[in-house]
């Protein structure tokens, strides 16, 4: 997720920092004032000039018809099949060993929240504003292991930028995302966690970068060992991403650390590489923590940071946290 993600604000920095550059011409010299025009000569006779005939008025312009309002966007409809990921369980962990799973029942509600914040630190440090999106939806299947779910995103908000060039990278955000706003998403995955399939309507084309983001986040979130397990058990999820200009390779650690009653306490460490011909490898990494308890929608926290050499150095830090969504 990290490699086709960070691509929105790398753009988005490029575009701003070209534009400053190109703002910065001196302004071009004034012209001279024209002299004012002679006083009229008298005539020598005495006699006073014709009254000058004035010009028929022209004719009054027609008026122009409303235009019509403009049609709603096209809906467009886009699929991810997520190659499934490897999951390695490094040891099975103390005490009790219970297997981790996902439940839910068809007709179960969620209701999900996630906060997204950014900023890009180089030679200029721009805080990207806060996007919070919202989505509610039901629990459609729920059979042989796998469980299917249906939302709508009735909530993105893009804050107000701090400061000039952050609230312009703000409204090209707006700009990216705003299809997806009123967008339905139809996600298949096993109780392991494991992604099997991916649908997204959104109300309009998506610009590839965040068909991207969109791809690499169909990958899933956080998978759990088919293998009971214990309290300080350890097992790494390795997943390849391919959409066709970038490979994403993310290996993630996982512990359990706690275990109260029917909630666990699991901690991850995350490491991403993304390759390309077009440009030098980008790295990043990262932490996660992550309250497991079942639901589809249980509170989590991923923070990362993603280094970019060319053209120019930079990092990008980028948090997401997820919670069961509170009352707008």
């Given at each position: 997720?990290?490699?086709?993600?960070?691509?929105?604000?790398?753009?988005?920095?490029?575009?701003?920092?070209?534009?400053?550059?190109?703002?910065?011409?001196?302004?071009?010299?004034?012209?001279?004032?024209?002299?004012?025009?002679?006083?009229?000569?008298?005539?020598?006779?005495?006699?006073?000039?014709?009254?000058?005939?004035?010009?028929?008025?022209?004719?009054?312009?027609?008026?122009?018809?409303?235009?019509?309002?403009?049609?709603?966007?096209?809906?467009?409809?886009?699929?991810?099949?997520?190659?499934?990921?490897?999951?390695?369980?490094?040891?099975?962990?103390?005490?009790?060993?219970?297997?981790?799973?996902?439940?839910?029942?068809?007709?179960?509600?969620?209701?999900?929240?996630?906060?997204?914040?950014?900023?890009?630190?180089?030679?200029?440090?721009?805080?990207?504003?806060?996007?919070?999106?919202?989505?509610?939806?039901?629990?459609?299947?729920?059979?042989?292991r796998r469980i299917t779910a249906k939302a709508t995103i009735d909530v993105l908000d893009v804050a107000a930028g701090a400061d000039?060039?952050?609230?312009?990278?703000?409204?090209?955000?707006?700009?990216?995302?705003?299809?997806?706003?009123?967008?339905?998403?139809?996600?298949?995955?096993?109780?392991?966690?494991?992604?099997?399939?991916?649908?997204?309507?959104?109300?309009?084309?998506?610009?590839?970068?965040?068909?991207?983001?969109?791809?690499?986040?169909?990958?899933?979130?956080?998978?759990?060992?088919?293998?009971?397990?214990?309290?300080?058990?350890?097992?790494?999820?390795?997943?390849?991403?391919?959409?066709?200009?970038?490979?994403?390779?993310?290996?993630?650690?996982?512990?359990?650390?706690?275990?109260?009653?029917?909630?666990?306490?699991?901690?991850?460490?995350?490491?991403?590489?993304?390759?390309?011909?077009?440009?030098?490898?980008?790295?990043?990494?990262?932490?996660?923590?992550?309250?497991?308890?079942?639901?589809?929608?249980?509170?989590?926290?991923?923070?990362?940071?993603?280094?970019?050499?060319?053209?120019?150095?930079?990092?990008?830090?980028?948090?997401?946290?997820?919670?069961?969504?509170?009352?707008?």
């Amino acid at each position: 997720m990290l490699g086709a993600m960070a691509r929105i604000p790398r753009l988005t920095f490029l575009t701003i920092t070209a534009a400053l550059f190109a703002c910065g011409g001196k302004p071009a010299p004034a012209k001279p004032a024209e002299p004012p025009p002679p006083p009229p000569v008298a005539d020598p006779t005495g006699e006073q000039p014709a009254a000058t005939i004035a010009d028929d008025p022209p004719p009054p312009e027609p008026e122009e018809e409303p235009e019509p309002p403009a049609a709603p966007p096209e809906p467009v409809t886009q699929t991810f099949k997520p190659k499934p990921p490897k999951v390695e369980l490094l040891a099975k962990g103390k005490g009790k060993r219970e297997k981790l799973r996902y439940q839910a029942a068809v007709g179960d509600p969620f209701e999900c929240t996630l906060v997204m914040d950014m900023k890009v630190v180089g030679q200029v440090t721009i805080a990207v504003p806060t996007t919070t999106m919202s989505w509610t939806g039901k629990v459609t299947l729920a059979e042989k292991r796998r469980i299917t779910a249906k939302a709508t995103i009735d909530v993105l908000d893009v804050a107000a930028g701090a400061d000039p060039m952050s609230d312009n990278v703000g409204r090209e955000m707006r700009a990216k995302l705003g299809p997806m706003l009123n967008g339905t998403m139809e996600s298949t995955t096993t109780d392991a966690g494991i992604p099997v399939e991916t649908t997204f309507t959104s109300l309009g084309q998506l610009d590839p970068q965040t068909l991207m983001g969109m791809q690499s986040g169909a990958g899933g979130g956080l998978v759990v060992p088919e293998q009971p397990i214990g309290v300080g058990a350890r097992w790494r999820v390795t997943r390849v991403d391919d959409n066709g200009l970038v490979v994403t390779t993310s290996i993630a650690t996982f512990e359990l650390v706690e275990r109260k009653g029917d909630s666990s306490t699991i901690r991850g460490a995350i490491e991403v590489i993304g390759t390309s011909s077009l440009a030098a490898p980008v790295k990043g990494s990262g932490t996660s923590e992550a309250t497991f308890t079942g639901a589809l929608c249980a509170p989590s926290k991923v923070t990362t940071a993603t280094n970019l050499t060319e053209p120019m150095p930079m990092t990008i830090e980028m948090t997401m946290e997820t919670r069961a969504r509170t009352a707008p």
